[in-house]
């Protein structure tokens, strides 16, 4: 059975940084792909960034986050990462993390290709 399991959310200030964190329990990091989400309130969920790691290692980005979010795995733990900088009022949410099973090819950055969620962590940043 596959678990993941968000952390490191918490509150910053504008301009601040957060680094999150997923692990991943009955689910191996290699070979798959894997996204992180985030949902704000009276917003739909949004895809943040995304990494697939088949034969290349590819990562994604919403437009929103690009140059600001880095995500990243390490392989040896089952983890997911996300670092977060030069953070704004408008990236306050709740940030998922997502588990698709094996590759996905196209629309990375859809909820639908993701089999496994995570129970979320939030994230507030304050002005």
């Known amino acids: 059975q596959v678990h993941l399991v968000e952390s490191g959310g918490g509150s910053v200030q504008a301009g601040g940084s957060l680094t999150l964190s997923c692990a991943a329990s009955g689910y191996t990091t290699k070979a798959s792909t894997m996204a992180w989400f985030r949902q704000a309130p009276g917003k739909e969920r949004e895809g943040v960034a995304a990494?697939?790691?088949?034969?290349?290692?590819?990562?994604f980005y919403a437009n929103s986050v690009e140059g600001r979010f880095t995500i990243s795995q390490n392989n040896a733990n089952n983890t997911l990462y996300l670092r977060m900088s030069a953070l704004t009022p408008e990236d306050t949410a709740m940030y998922y993390c997502?588990?698709?099973?094996?590759?996905?090819?196209?629309?990375?950055?859809?909820?639908?290709?993701?089999?496994?969620w995570g129970q979320g962590t939030q994230v507030t940043v304050s002005s």
């Open positions: 997502a588990a698709a099973r094996g590759l996905v090819y196209a629309s990375i950055l859809a909820s639908a290709p993701y089999s496994y």
């Open positions: 990494i697939s790691t088949g034969s290349n290692l590819r990562t």
